[in-house]
Structure formats: C-alpha cells, structure tokens
C-alpha cells in the first residue's frame, strides 16, 4: 500500500466537511516544497488517495494544506485560521499515512489515524 488519506470533520456542525480544497506537498533535498496534488474532500469529507499512482511514498517531509477559509466562506462564515498545514514526516518502510482533521471557525485538531 502506497497512500496518504485524509478525513475532514467540522466539529461546529458535528459532521463531515465536504469540498475542502486541499493539496499535498514533499520536501526535497534542496529545502524547496514539490506539490504532489490538489484535491477536495467528497461528500463525506474524505480523499481516499492523495499520493500520486506513479509517486512513491519516500521517506521524508510531507505537507498537507487545507483552505479552511473557502470551505467556511461556503457557508458565510469567517474562521480565524485561513488555511490549516499539517507537515509530517514519512520514515523508511511505512506505506500508509491517514491525517484526519478536525475544524470549527476558531480552532482545529489532527491526528495519525489509521
């Protein structure tokens, strides 16, 4: 299994955040930060697959960056945190990274789910 997922919960609403935009990044060598993919989240707040079929989870730094203001702005709302960036680290012989998130207007959360 090769895959970075990710499950968005709006804690205000009590229920999955749908159409998230959100993109997923790896640092190079270099320092310079890669954008691997864009997505949004589906209905139920889910992308099941952000890492690229003909990319390799390598071990390393990754980044997931979500528009928490636009999904907000969807509904009228102003938050206080326009984007969330989770940076994580991959280490040699792991496959499988699931970062859910948790939001509300005024705050978040994450984990390494499973």
């Given at each position: 299994m090769?895959?970075?997922?990710?499950?968005?919960?709006?804690?205000?609403?009590?229920?999955?955040?749908?159409?998230?935009?959100?993109?997923?990044?790896?640092?190079e060598p270099s320092?310079?930060w890669?954008?691997?993919?864009?997505?949004q989240?589906?209905a139920d707040?889910?992308c099941l697959?952000?890492?690229?079929?003909?990319?390799?989870?390598a071990?390393?730094?990754?980044?997931l960056?979500?528009d928490?203001?636009a999904?907000?702005g969807s509904?009228?709302?102003r938050?206080?945190?326009?984007?969330v960036e989770?940076t994580?680290?991959?280490?040699?012989?792991?496959s499988?990274f699931h970062?859910?998130?948790?939001?509300?207007?005024n705050?978040?959360?994450t984990?390494?789910?499973?």
């Amino acid at each position: 299994m090769n895959r970075i997922s990710t499950h968005v919960l709006d804690t205000t609403r009590g229920k999955p955040a749908p159409a998230v935009p959100l993109r997923l990044d790896f640092r190079e060598p270099s320092g310079a930060w890669r954008q691997l993919s864009s997505a949004q989240t589906d209905a139920d707040g889910r992308c099941l697959n952000l890492l690229p079929e003909e990319e390799t989870l390598a071990e390393g730094l990754y980044r997931l960056t979500f528009d928490t203001a636009a999904y907000f702005g969807s509904q009228g709302i102003r938050g206080l945190y326009p984007f969330v960036e989770i940076t994580f680290h991959a280490r040699a012989g792991e496959s499988h990274f699931h970062i859910p998130l948790l939001i509300s207007p005024n705050g978040y959360t994450t984990y390494r789910g499973s």
